[in-house]
């Protein structure tokens, strides 16, 4: 069985400097150092480099991926196998993990003759005001790469070069700690408890739909996924990461994969309150009804094998994908397994239509993260990193919708993050 | 009402539900030649006035291509 010694490292302070280099909790960054990694991919023709203090106000355009500095310490593999590093057993041995920092990609990731829905969706993140709330980036200091994309790089090339940028920084950075003196340490194995608890799987829905929106498993694209199981150590040392092009607000982040709170709260609760039986990876969005049903009876019966008496849900997603969950929430409640959902709502501007595309009456316990129709009111930000104007509207060619002020995203879907059903950021739903 | 989920139709009080081809494409399918494509259409058109012909009690599924 995987067992894992999760090391952290908290980071308080970063600044640019000569050397890349941890001394206890200040992290010092060469951009030098970080731009020539960058440019040794050809994909790339420039990158430029920002840091973003905690507390700053900042709106950060056009993000593609999030991820933690991590960097394996001890075991085998490496962290993001299948893509940095070979496939190899991940989740074993010893993993460094920076807290309080994270690496930012971002760029105006061209369009080349895409339109309508399939297309790099632009959108905002801002690190204050009311916006800073829907993410759970706020506090951390953002290291922000902006790339401008070589001529010539077709769509599936960019975004296997963003990912792995994004990727390779992450563990440039996390190797620094390799001599550093931990936070704390933490080793997370699935135990079987002394006394038997309830058993509860997490049946985790991705999305990968398109280059533009894509999910990958050891470096494997998701796109025709049937459900899987995985060890969240696994998760840990990156086994799944989002995909490296497009900033649509259902997006799922790999810093997200890393650090799922539904994951952490599991671990954290495993052993004495229920035991922890696995993550139950599946995708939705898939066009035949036969397809959903499919999906629903392979969590179902993964959830029946484990013993699980209950699972947890979320959505990967905004729409379709509600099917293949409530499908199988209808399968695993018809099978005597309790289920919960976490979920944001399609509720309308004012937060009064029905609140999801499809539902089934075994559906009982809900959990809503808040209202992704609600239309969001921004103050202008002290600074933009970034183009300040991100393209709007892709199904009738583009619109330039300037952000260095004051703005109202009618859809939250224009908004990083925004959409995430995993239990960060503080939003809701109040009934009236 | 010609849908790719039929339970969602049914769902939303459709009482005539004609199982359609996909989801972003209920009526026909792209991925066939333009004459295979006509057919298909032809064939889901006739089921569907099959299915508003038919007498019902309660709601029902059709496979309109079938029909």
């Known amino acids: 069985m995987s067992k894992l010694e999760l090391r952290t490292f908290d980071v308080d302070s970063v600044a640019f400097g000569e050397r890349t280099a941890l001394s206890g909790r200040a992290l010092t960054v060469s951009k030098e150092e970080l731009r020539a990694i960058v440019l040794a991919d050809p994909a790339f023709s420039a990158v430029d480099i920002q840091l973003v203090r905690p507390g700053e106000a900042a709106r950060i355009t056009q993000i593609t991926d999030v991820v933690e500095p991590r960097a394996k310490s001890g075991g085998t593999g490496g962290v993001f196998p299948g893509l940095l590093s070979p496939v190899e057993p991940a989740g074993n041995g010893r993993t460094d993990r920076l807290r309080g920092v994270a690496v930012v990609t971002s760029g105006e990731v061209p369009w080349l003759g895409t339109k309508g829905l399939f297309v790099a969706h632009d959108s905002v993140l801002d690190t204050a005001g009311p916006g800073a709330d829907l993410h759970p980036y706020a506090g951390l200091h953002l290291l922000v790469f902006r790339f401008s994309f070589a001529d010539g790089v077709d769509h599936e090339g960019l975004e296997r070069a963003v990912l792995l940028a994004g990727e390779k920084i992450a563990r440039t950075l996390a190797l620094e700690a390799h001599d550093s003196e931990p936070t704390s340490v933490e080793t997370r194995e699935l135990a079987p408890p002394p006394t038997p608890l309830p058993r509860v799987v997490y049946a985790y829905q991705v999305q990968s739909q398109g280059v533009f929106m894509r999910s990958r498993l050891y470096g494997r694209v998701l796109d025709e996924l049937v459900p899987t199981l995985v060890h969240p150590n696994e998760l840990a040392d990156g086994a799944l990461t989002s995909g490296g092009l497009g900033g649509h607000g259902a997006k799922m982040h790999t810093w997200m994969h890393q650090n799922n709170a539904v994951v952490e709260g599991l671990i954290a609760g495993h052993g004495t309150r229920w035991d922890f039986a696995g993550v139950i990876l599946h995708r939705g969005h898939f066009y035949l009804y036969e397809d959903k049903q499919r999906v629903a009876l392979r969590i179902a019966e993964t959830a029946s094998l484990l013993g699980a008496s209950g699972a947890i849900f979320t959505l990967g997603g905004a729409g379709n994908n509600t099917t293949e969950a409530m499908l199988a929430i209808q399968e695993c409640e018809r099978r005597g397994i309790k289920t919960v959902l976490l979920t944001w709502e399609h509720a309308g501007p004012d937060g009064s239509d029905y609140p999801l595309p499809f539902g089934v009456a075994e559906a009982v316990a809900i959990v809503s993260t808040g209202n992704l129709d609600e239309p969001l009111d921004l103050p202008a930000m002290d600074r933009v990193v970034g183009d300040k104007a991100i393209r709007v509207r892709p199904e009738i060619g583009g619109v330039a919708f300037p952000v260095d002020r004051e703005i109202r995203l009618e859809r939250r879907t224009l908004y990083a993050g925004a959409a995430n059903p995993l239990g960060f950021g503080r939003t809701g739903s109040v009934e009236s | ?67």
């Open chain 2, 1 to 67: 009402m010609i849908s790719a989920l039929g339970p969602v139709a049914a769902d939303l009080g459709a009482n005539r539900v004609v199982r359609g081809i996909k989801i972003p494409h209920p009526c026909g399918d792209p991925s066939l030649d333009p004459t295979g494509d006509h057919e298909l259409r032809v064939r889901l058109v006739r089921g569907s006035l099959k299915a508003i012909a038919t007498p019902l009690d309660q709601a029902a599924l059709f496979d309109g291509v079938a029909a």
